[in-house]
């Protein structure tokens, strides 16, 4: 194979400045297939199934031994497009009973052959406990882990005979060999759960004493204790998977319950993907521009997209959502072997919607329900309620005393000839939301403010041919809960800020029907949490540099220079983790538990 170099490959681009060759398509993000055969260098021990792994933080529960384990999937998902998801009946192991201090669920994954990036979703009883997406394979295999603290899933883990479901979507023929071996494991921690030797490199200078919050960055800080009840707001039929397929902007999917009168406190859980044309939203032009320019892609409608949720019809909360990279987006080679923040851990999103309850706790059906704004294609969209339940009483008295919704603000502006131009989006929201609630706690008022700020830039040039796409997402919610002489008894800020840029030039490959995608992303998802006493800070950041050469959807040559960094910080210590891949190998990976000086 070969190999032209990055800096060769800008000498040439520089000899090219106006380059006019005809191109059907100006660049448009797409989905592509990693070289197979070409690209893995000659490494002395090449194990035999390539380890993928993202960036999280560490969980509450990683330095404790596991109480028991309960290994409740090994399954193979091979032809499985348009089949029901695989269910196989849970209750909780015998041999650590509830109460537990945490659960942590392990989903393991290997694949050998061709197959594209899959979406996947995983249930218990209905209710969704992670979504995620696949690796594509290569011919000597890959594998993966996912971690995730499922503590706050309590109340369904605590009941019997229940269904636990994954869908995986996978299309297997001559072509797409690659069938996806799965293996779910849940691990419970009870109180008496002994600490574990640590494992981990030997760049660890101090571990948090502290039965800390690292890992139980944000919900142990917002919530006292896991929810008493779980609802589902998700597709009953689970003949596609429990989740809703949203498919466009008026396409809302509800769901009817009833609120337990001693309802005191509910937060909806939002989870979240985006596929088809709309798998690069954030980057997606004007239809204007499509049709003026005679395009035939289908990606667009714009670059600004916001998961609403109603309740009786009346818009109650929102979310921009993060814009998650699966592992083929626009140049595979980046996502090697650290996947793209959130690929295998999707961001979800906590909608506090307390001081409704005024509204829901009149013993009637009310209607829950989920859409996408400007969506296109389809989304995959569910949710769960968490419900906290005043255990002293039969019922509580609530009432809703301000609902503020100015509604979004967006300013669209749009200025292009031909297939050069920029588009640019702006927008804010501020949702208020204020109620009391007597529960034998006594007569809590909880206020909650939801503010958000959203930027958008998309520029084209060189006919077409060169696009920076940025965008950036500033998210603020603020939960008070203040008693009846107006004393404040608790303040949680939760702050996240998730910018993005991807800046991509097309060329004429070096070979017959081949073109060149130079591209360069930068993204990261910073969270703050603080409730006054606590704070919690979780900085992830990746900046990937490459170029591939495409033959239809394939790679054929490339090159990639992947950087990243997470900083975590709270009040029992720091966990910082820096990572960088060449070509897909990885080249640096230090932690450390040490406490940078300038965070
Ligand atoms: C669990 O799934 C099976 C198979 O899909 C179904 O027949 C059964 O009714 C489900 N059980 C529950 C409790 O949902
Ligand atoms: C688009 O198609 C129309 C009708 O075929 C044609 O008049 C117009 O010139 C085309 N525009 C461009 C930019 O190719
Ligand atoms: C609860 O407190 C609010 C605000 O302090 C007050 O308006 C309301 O009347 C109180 N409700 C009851 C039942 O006392
Ligand atoms: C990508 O980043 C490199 C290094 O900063 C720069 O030299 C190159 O011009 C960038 N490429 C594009 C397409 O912007
Ligand atoms: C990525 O990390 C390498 C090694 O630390 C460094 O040399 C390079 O400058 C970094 N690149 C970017 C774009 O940050
Ligand atoms: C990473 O660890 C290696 C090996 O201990 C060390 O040489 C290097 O300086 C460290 N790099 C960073 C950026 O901390």
Redesign the pocket.
Known sequence: MERTSLLLLLLLLLLLTAISFPLTLPTSPDHFFRPSSAKPKATLSRPKYKEFFELIHPLPSDHLTPSCALHIVHHTFGKTVNRPPYSTPYSPPSDCPPPWLHVALEFRTKSRGDQYDRISGLWLGGAELLRSSTVKPTESGISWTVRKDITRYSSLLVKRNINFTIMLENVVDNIYTGVYHVDVTFFFYKETAVRAPLIG???ISIFPQKQGLIGGFAAKDVYESPADLIIPISAFHNSKGYWFIIKGDSDVHFRKLRFPANTRRAVMELYVSFHGNDEFWYSNPSNTYIRMNNLTTLRGNGAFREVFVTIDGMFVASEVPFPVIFTGGFNPLFWEPAVAIGAFDLPTYDLDLTPFLGVLLDGRDHVVGVGVSDGISYWLVDANLHLWLDTGAASVEAKSVVYQNPGSSIKRQEEFRDLDGSFAIKGTRKTQLVGWIKSSAGNLTTSVMHQFKFRSSIKYGRNGNYKHAKQNMKSTREVRVMNEMGMLLSRVTMKRRYPIKVVTLKIPGTKKNTYMLITNVSHSLIDHCSNGKLSSFVHNNQIANGWIEVKDHDVIAGEAITNQTLTCRDDSGCYVR?VAAIDGSLV???S?FACPSLI
Do not use: V
């Open positions: 490199g030997d760049h820096t640096i990976d230090n450390t």
